[in-house]
């Protein structure tokens, strides 16, 4: 297991080794074809605030990472705790602690969500920080609870 550092911005994050042994611990329990899963990485709940994504890459995890660190700074995007490798039935894997937030929508079906003034205000302003979509579908965005209420975030960056 490789510890790598901590996430984003700082308030309730979990730190270090006991969150990630968590984590590891949750995973090798669940069942694999329980897991949630997109096109690049599996993800299991850790707590009622905390889960955690794995990739089979490090680049697929690493550039995930970056860019949900950058978008959570903006209030747009979940928090990030740590990132770290570990094995999983004999293979490697590449993870990421992640704040939970309530999928928005998840059909996978490509639900239109154009109609969302709020979720075209959130698109607008990942766009307007540099993010572009190439799987921009209901299913990539929850909801997050702020001081000013609740609103939508990106939950899936690669």
Same mark, same amino acid.
Request: proline share 3%.
């Given at each position: 297991?490789?510890?790598?550092?901590?996430?984003?911005?700082?308030?309730?994050?979990?730190?270090?080794?006991?969150?990630?042994?968590?984590?590891?611990?949750?995973?090798?329990? +669940?069942?694999?074809?329980?897991?949630?899963?997109?096109?690049?990485?599996?993800?299991?709940?850790?707590?009622?605030?905390?889960?955690?994504?794995?990739? +089979?890459?490090?680049?697929?995890?690493? *550039?995930?990472?970056?860019?949900?660190?950058?978008?959570?700074?903006?209030?747009?995007?979940?928090?990030?705790?740590?990132?770290? *490798?570990? *094995?999983?039935?004999?293979?490697?894997?590449?993870?990421?602690? +992640? *704040?939970?937030?309530?999928?928005?929508?998840?059909?996978?079906?490509?639900?239109?969500?154009?109609?969302?003034?709020?979720? +075209?205000?959130?698109?607008?302003?990942?766009?307007?920080?540099?993010?572009?979509?190439?799987?921009?579908?209901?299913?990539?965005?929850?909801?997050?609870?702020?001081?000013?209420?609740?609103?939508?975030?990106?939950?899936?960056?690669?």
């Amino acid at each position: 297991m490789v510890y790598f550092g901590h996430g984003s911005k700082g308030h309730n994050l979990p730190k270090g080794i006991d969150m990630i042994a968590e984590a590891i611990e949750v995973v090798r329990k +669940t069942p694999y074809d329980e897991m949630s899963y997109g096109c690049d990485a599996r993800f299991v709940k850790i707590n009622d605030e905390w889960g955690m994504k794995f990739y +089979t890459s490090s680049r697929a995890r690493d *550039e995930a990472y970056d860019l949900q660190k950058e978008f959570a700074g903006y209030g747009l995007a979940p928090e990030v705790g740590d990132v770290f *490798e570990f *094995e999983l039935n004999g293979d490697e894997k590449f993870a990421m602690i +992640t *704040e939970i937030c309530p999928f928005l929508a998840c059909d996978h079906q490509g639900g239109n969500l154009d109609d969302n003034d709020e979720y +075209t205000y959130f698109k607008d302003e990942l766009y307007d920080h540099g993010f572009e979509f190439g799987d921009c579908h209901d299913g990539n965005w929850g909801w997050m609870d702020a001081p000013q209420g609740q609103h939508i975030v990106c939950i899936d960056f690669f």
